[in-house]
């Protein structure tokens, strides 16, 4: 009975290999007595098979739709005819927001082709300039939307001197700073492989310690 079921087993297997090929390359088919464990396991592969099938055309149109209205948001900011610090605030994120897409998500996506995922296997301060610019603006944004926030608090509890504490100017200033402060968070990307970058759900390999 209990080779019955495994013989069984082993059939969904194959038809689970023969249905859906692409999905097992350089997946070997199991011997019969681990049929039992492997189902499970090729169930696994199968299904994440089919998402990454929709993940990925959902990511590019997400891209593209986020590319284009973080442009025009930054078109309007620029075209203000009254901008104050926060317009430079919210334009500077509609811009690094505009990279991060690209940085985060267009490459990523653009390594799943083979040729290009070879030039950065190949080329070691491409794939470290990468990761560089990778952390950089997955913490920049953020740490702009702070400044923004602190700006706002502060406008509420002192709107008399609002005005006057964050000029056009000063607001230039602090994202100077920050960008600089940043930079050197980020520069030992060059010498570490290791990043915040790393766990993501594109499963970029790391760069080759050469």
């Known amino acids: 009975m209990n080779e019955t079921n495994q013989t069984n087993i082993c059939k969904d297997i194959e ?6 090929p692409t999905c097992f ?3 070997p088919r199991p011997n019969f007595t681990d049929c039992d464990k492997a189902l499970s396991i090729y169930r696994l592969i199968l299904v994440n098979c089919y998402i990454e099938k929709l993940f990925y055309p959902i990511a590019a149109i997400l891209v593209i739709i986020g590319t284009i209205l973080n442009l025009f948001s930054l078109y309007c900011f620029l075209k203000m005819n009254k901008r104050n610090s926060q317009n430079v605030y919210l334009s500077v994120l509609s811009l690094t ?9 267009t490459i990523p996506l653009l390594r799943k082709i083979d040729k290009i995922d ?14 560089f610019l990778t952390e950089f603006f997955l913490i920049f944004p953020t740490w702009i939307v702070v400044l923004l926030t602190l700006e706002r ?6 709107p008399l001197k609002c ?8 607001a230039k200033i602090s994202i100077f700073i920050l960008a600089l402060t940043v930079i050197c968070l980020c520069l030992y990307r060059f010498f570490d492989l ?3 970058d790393q766990v993501n759900v594109f499963s970029i390999a790391a760069c080759d310690d050469k």
């Open 25 to 27: 390359v350089r997946i």
């Open 163 to 170: 005005y006057s504490l964050y000029t056009h100017k000063r």
């Open 97 to 105: 927001d505009t990279i991060n897409l690209q940085v985060n998500f």
């Open 153 to 158: 608090l502060i406008c509420i509890l002192l």
């Open 194 to 196: 290791k990043g915040i």
């Open 15 to 20: 038809i689970l290999l023969d249905l859906s």
């Open 118 to 131: 070879d030039m950065f296997d190949d080329s070691y301060i491409l794939c470290r300039a990468v990761g």
